[in-house]
């Protein structure tokens, strides 16, 4: 008995030993417990609570006895599901391609691609309404080919929000099916087709089946981007009504204000996608398998007729992506009045930019972007260590919490933010403190999920033997582990940093002059109708973009971002 009773109190002491890393583990756990979970209790207090301080159901028997409010979610909803399907349907063949043939220019198709995604959430919106828009230069070129079809482009509605969804989020599926793809062995696919399996139906047989865990995690970030995107349904989608829009509409509405509505509307959000997202995680589990490294497939040459095609696809579709960046650039350089673009080109619009905060706008959006990333690369290499290396319940705890932000709309957290840190002690509201807080909070799980997935796969035998020949343990992390971490770290981080760039559902709550960013410049411009200074800032935060996404291959020496 006393040698069972000393080995329970050992196992005891190792799960409940204090050390360094439970400094560390309690100390993130309140940064949570107070930048997350608070401003969540703050927006559920919101919601239930009238304006004497009286407890009420009333904001959410007003959302749910009224379509008017109640059809935003299922908008919501039906809109998320939709642009799912399609980028499902685009960018599943898309990343085929891509890793089973030897394209010519496959760089330049990866980065167009990229880019198109990583751009600002309403500029591909923008950029469609000049184009295809009422009065855009593709719907007059149309009408004159096809006079008898005048009126029938329509980019407005639910079917251009979809469209234009789609073309922008495709190539999320890409880069993570790329890595699926890449993991598949070679030896799998020989022996399919010695069975006979070959062309279509090896692709369903063999590759989709092996690949169903990755196609359910990118359908969920296809869906969550899509559930919380502000922008575009509100630049085209007119009659069509989503919660983010409405949300906006209560919280800031110039022709009323109803916080307490808002802040319902953003709970009822809050569950609608943590409900998705468990759905997804069991479905998930119910195809959760493991591959053991192989032969990576070898890549093919496309020949005849179906190469063409082939290219004509890959190609196609990367040019009608990055189409609407490439037209706002050429815009940003033509004369312009208001919301009419002239004959001529000039730089005026950018001096006019120069005199709507241009400056300061540049200055924000780096200095919060490299204080942000740094801030979420810090965290992610510490969580991702506790949780896989000293697995408990605080840390566990902590996993669970780094993910409610991936399933949690801007909006809801840039209210959250505004309602706690209103008032003193902590006074941070229309600083650029809370601006910070808000991205890193926002943009962290893509460098924790990609940090985490990375040590997953690191041998404890190196830190092992650091530790045997002296070294302590946080010179062991610091030296051994974080560095053999790096390549996971530099993914996720280079996907944190351009969502921060490009954040627009909270910075719209958060934002003031003080705090402007390029993303936020635009979509004041272009609300007030000043369509020129709009491509102006919209360019300069398109080549921001195309700069990250280049230094970022050119550091790592990578063909593709892996998640």
């Not at 469209?163 to 030896?187: C, E, H, Q, W």
Request: net charge positive; proline share 3%; glycine share 8%.
């Amino acid at each position: 008995m006393s040698i069972l009773a000393s080995t329970s109190a050992q196992k005891r002491t190792k799960f409940f030993r204090f050390d360094v890393w439970t400094l560390i583990s309690l100390a993130i756990l309140a940064i949570f417990l107070l930048f997350l979970v608070y401003p969540l209790w703050g927006v559920l207090k919101e919601s239930v609570v009238d304006g004497e301080g009286q407890f009420t159901l009333s904001y959410f028997q007003q959302f749910f006895a009224k379509n008017y409010y109640f059809g935003t979610i299922i908008n919501s909803v039906y809109l998320s599901v939709a642009v799912t399907v399609f980028c499902l349907l685009v960018g599943v063949p898309f990343s085929y391609f891509y890793t089973f043939y030897r394209l010519r220019g496959a760089r330049a198709l990866f980065v167009g691609a990229v880019l198109s995604v990583m751009s600002a959430p309403f500029i591909g919106a923008y950029a469609w309404i000049l184009l295809l828009g009422r009065n855009g230069i593709g719907t007059r070129a149309i009408e004159f080919l096809f006079p008898w079809g005048a009126g029938s482009v329509n980019i407005y509605g639910f079917a251009g929000v979809v469209f234009v969804l789609t073309l922008k989020m495709f190539p999320l599926v890409s880069v993570y099916m790329n890595g699926a793809f890449r993991s598949i062995d070679a030896s799998l696919l020989e022996a399919a087709e010695q069975m006979g399996s070959t062309g279509i139906r090896r692709i369903w047989d063999v590759i989709v089946k092996l690949t169903i865990p990755t196609l359910l995690a990118a359908s969920l970030l296809v869906f969550m981007r899509a559930f919380a995107d502000f922008g575009t349904p509100l630049l085209i989608g007119e009659g069509f009504r989503t919660f983010t829009v409405e949300i906006y509409k209560q919280y800031l509405g110039e022709t009323g204000q109803n916080h307490n509505f808002a802040a319902a509307i953003g709970v009822i959000g809050v569950v609608v996608t943590a409900a998705i997202f468990l759905i997804q995680k069991y479905a998930a589990t119910k195809f959760s398998f493991s591959i053991k490294p192989g032969r990576i497939p070898e890549k093919r040459t496309p020949k005849g007729i179906s190469g063409v095609l082939i290219y004509v696809y890959m190609y196609g579709l990367t040019a009608f992506a990055f189409l609407p960046q490439l037209y706002v650039v050429y815009l940003s350089f033509k004369n312009s009045t208001g919301s009419r673009f002239l004959p001529g080109f000039s730089l005026d619009s950018y001096k006019a930019a120069a005199g709507k905060l241009l400056g300061r706008s540049i200055w924000n959006t780096l200095s919060f972007g490299f204080i942000s990333l740094a801030i979420i690369i810090v965290l992610a290499v510490l969580i991702a260590y506790l949780v896989v290396r000293r697995s408990n319940v605080v840390n566990s705890s902590i996993d669970t919490l780094s993910m409610i932000p991936y399933i949690m709309p801007g909006a809801v957290l840039g209210i959250g933010l505004v309602i706690t840190f209103n008032q003193a002690p902590l006074a941070l509201t229309g600083t650029a403190a809370i601006m910070i807080i808000a991205l890193v909070v926002r943009r962290m799980p893509y460098t924790i999920r990609s940090a985490t997935a990375t040590l997953m796969h690191i041998p404890m035998s190196m830190e092992e033997a650091a530790r045997s020949l002296g070294a302590s343990k946080i010179k062991t992390f610091v030296k051994i582990t974080t560095p053999m971490m790096s390549a996971g770290i530099a993914s996720g981080a280079i996907l944190s940093f351009v969502a921060i760039v490009t954040e627009m559902s909270a910075a719209i709550i958060l934002y003031n002059n003080r705090t402007i960013t390029l993303t936020m410049s635009a979509y004041v411009a272009i609300s007030r109708g000043s369509y020129g200074i709009a491509t102006a800032f919209s360019a300069i935060l398109t080549v921001l973009t195309a700069v990250i996404l280049l230094v970022y291959l050119r550091f790592t020496q990578e063909d593709n971002i892996k998640l």
